[in-house]
Nanobody
Framework: QVQLVESGGGSVQAGGSLNLSCVVS????????MGWYRQFPGKGRDLVAD????????NYADAVKDRFTISRDNSKNSTFLQMRALKPEDTAVYFC???????????????WGQGMQVTVSS
């Protein structure tokens, strides 16, 4: 069984910073892509940023480029999202996502964290 446990969400004023963390535990053979998504009320989940296994190739949504930084620590099965210069429009539920192979030879499966609220007040 695989679990993604997120932490670091909360409330902050505009211009402030938050650091999100996500730790993967359970039956893990390998983790490929890791990422963060966010969901606005009444909308689907949108990619915020993702990072590939080597940690050197990352993608960002245009809305967060130059403000957010994604990273990962493969030794700890973790990914992090540093969020700076936060804006009220960044208010959303943030989800951690990871492509995980539970054992050799089985397919990669997408797993999700439970989500956490990030609220930015003006």
């Amino acid at each position: 069984q695989v679990q993604l446990v997120e932490s670091g969400g909360g409330s902050v004023q505009a211009g402030g910073s938050l650091n999100l963390s996500c730790v993967v535990s359970g039956d893990i053979f390998s983790i490929n892509r890791m990422g963060w998504y966010r969901q606005f009320p009444g909308k689907g989940r949108d990619l915020v940023a993702d990072i590939h296994r080597g940690g050197h190739l990352a993608n960002y949504a245009d809305a967060v480029k130059d403000r957010f930084t994604i990273s990962r620590d493969n030794s700890k099965n973790s990914t992090f999202l540093q969020m700076r210069a936060l804006k009220p429009e960044d208010t959303a539920v943030y989800f951690c996502n990871a492509e995980i192979r539970a054992a050799r030879g089985v397919p990669m499966i997408d797993y999700w964290g439970q989500g956490m609220q990030v609220t930015v007040s003006s």
